[in-house]
């Protein structure tokens, strides 16, 4: 398996444009994370998608911010209208996990985009 | 609050030199990761454990349920080990959320 994906790698873009980031997990995986990054904050969830549902969105910081699975292959997070304070790394990761804790597979990360908003 | 604490925050040593990282977390845990970045950003999941030690190479994990606490050892250092290592704990075997200590940043030194 290649892993998870995600695309693009670097996005620069301005003020008040939409943007979009792709994410697609490991096959098999049921559980998907969106994940920010910066400096101060460290990583922070954003998301999490179980068998393709929103579980928990409690992380999006704001309603700018919006998920999508589609299907058990790919995800978005979509920032509409993007603000600098927006930019950072964001990371998508995947596993396999149960209610009963023991077939739980490691937390497989992207790459991750580097956002950066002008 | 549950919290992750990880020590310490930066850490420099010479090639060769044995690496101890530490990981301390507040209540009881289903799982402890340990994640590695290197600069320009991706995440690589090294280990995952729940109780003991695994060993992958010149990396070790290690855990101590009672106290709390886990250890990552690199043996043999090397400059390409340089990265931050991250140590994340999930709480509850249900629960799907990583809370994720701070990192500690390690610069290996030839």
């Known amino acids: 398996d290649a892993g998870v994906i995600q695309s693009p790698r670097h996005e620069v873009t301005e003020m008040g444009q939409e943007v979009t980031l792709r994410c697609k997990p490991i096959s098999g995986h049921n559980s998907l994370f969106w994940y920010r990054q910066t400096m101060m904050r460290g990583l922070e969830l954003l998301i999490y998608f179980n068998n393709n549902v929103p579980i928990d969105d409690s992380g999006m910081p704001e309603d700018r911010f919006s998920a999508k699975m589609p299907n058990a292959s790919f995800s978005t997070l979509k920032i509409q209208p993007s603000e600098p304070r927006d930019s950072a790394v964001y990371f998508c990761?995947?596993?396999?996990?149960?209610?009963?804790?023991?077939?739980?597979?490691?937390?497989?990360f992207g790459q991750g985009t580097r956002l950066t908003v002008v | 609050k549950n919290e992750v604490e990880q020590s310490p925050q930066n850490l420099t040593a010479q090639e060769g030199e044995f690496i101890t990282i530490n990981c301390s977390y507040s209540v009881g845990i289903s799982a402890l990761h340990w994640l590695q970045q290197h600069p320009g950003g991706g995440i690589v999941s090294l280990f995952m454990?729940?109780?003991g030690k695994k060993k992958h190479g010149r990396l070790i994990a290690t855990i101590n349920i009672q106290e709390k606490h886990s250890s990552l050892h690199i043996t043999a250092s090397h400059p390409r080990d340089s990265a931050v290592y991250i140590c994340a704990v999930r709480y509850g075997a249900g629960s799907y959320q990583l809370t994720f200590g701070k990192g500690t940043k390690l610069s290996v030194i030839p």
């Open positions: 990761a995947s596993s396999f996990l149960t209610g009963w804790g023991r077939r739980n597979t490691e937390a497989f």
């Open positions: 454990l729940s109780s």
